[in-house]
C-alpha cells in the first residue's frame, strides 16, 4: 500500500525508536518536500485545559504527536468546514483548521470535545526518509476509519494491538508479542 494523506502508519512490534515503538501515526500529508502526520496512541498526562491554563476548556489528555517541536499544539476534527480553513485528510478527518474556533468551540460546548484530538508536538519526516524507513519495514501502512481516530473510548495502548490485529495473518499473532522478546 502506498503512503498518502490519510494513511496510517503501524511500527513493526520491534521498532527500537522509542518515539515511535508501538505507535499509529496518521499521515496528514504526503508530498515530494517530506511527511507530516501525528501519533494517535500516546497519551500524556496533561489535559488541553492544563496545557493551555483555561478551565472553559475540557479536562481531556493531549496526545504526544511525534518528537518534532513538542512545544507546538496541533488539532484535528471532524467537523469539516465549520472550522476554516480545514484541509480533509480522510473522510470525516479535517487538519489545519483555526486554533481559536476551535478552542471557542469547546469553550461554549465541552461535550464536542469528542469531535477533536489535540496533539503536542508532531511527526515528521524529510524527502525519501519515510519510503527509506518502508523499505527497512519499520512500518506497514494501512487504513483506519474515522471513529478510531476520535475514539476516546479506547485506550490508547490498545489502538496499536487493535490495528496490527486488523491486518489479519502473520500480524494479528504479532499483535500480542512482548515488547521485549528476549523476555518471552
Do not use: C
Not at 118 to 145: C, K, P, R, T
Amino acid at each position: 500500500m502506498e503512503i498518502a494523506a490519510g494513511k496510517i502508519l503501524i511500527s513493526d512490534p520491534f521498532l527500537q525508536d522509542p518515539n515511535f515503538a508501538r505507535s499509529i501515526v496518521l499521515i496528514t500529508q504526503h508530498n515530494e518536500e517530506g511527511s507530516f502526520g501525528f501519533v494517535l496512541n500516546n497519551n500524556i498526562d496533561l489535559s488541553i485545559h492544563e496545557a493551555l491554563k483555561d478551565d472553559k476548556l475540557p479536562n481531556y489528555n493531549l496526545y504526544q504527536g511525534g518528537p518534532v517541536e513538542i512545544n507546538t499544539l496541533h488539532f484535528l476534527h471532524s467537523l469539516g468546514s465549520v472550522i476554516e480553513p480545514s484541509k480533509e485528510v480522510m473522510p470525516g478527518v479535517w487538519w489545519g483548521a483555526d486554533f481559536d474556533k476551535a478552542l471557542e468551540i469547546l469553550r461554549k460546548s465541552p461535550d464536542m470535545m469528542t469531535n477533536f484530538v489535540f496533539f503536542m508536538g508532531y511527526s515528521g519526516w524529510a524527502a525519501g526518509q519515510l519510503a527509506d524507513e518502508l523499505e527497512e519495514e519499520a512500518w506497514i501502512v494501512s487504513d483506519i476509519g474515522s471513529k478510531m481516530v476520535f475514539s476516546h473510548e479506547v485506550d490508547a495502548n490498545d489502538l496499536w494491538k487493535m490495528a496490527m490485529k486488523n491486518l489479519g495473518g502473520k500480524y494479528a499473532v504479532l499483535a500480542d508479542s512482548p515488547t521485549d522478546p528476549s523476555l518471552n
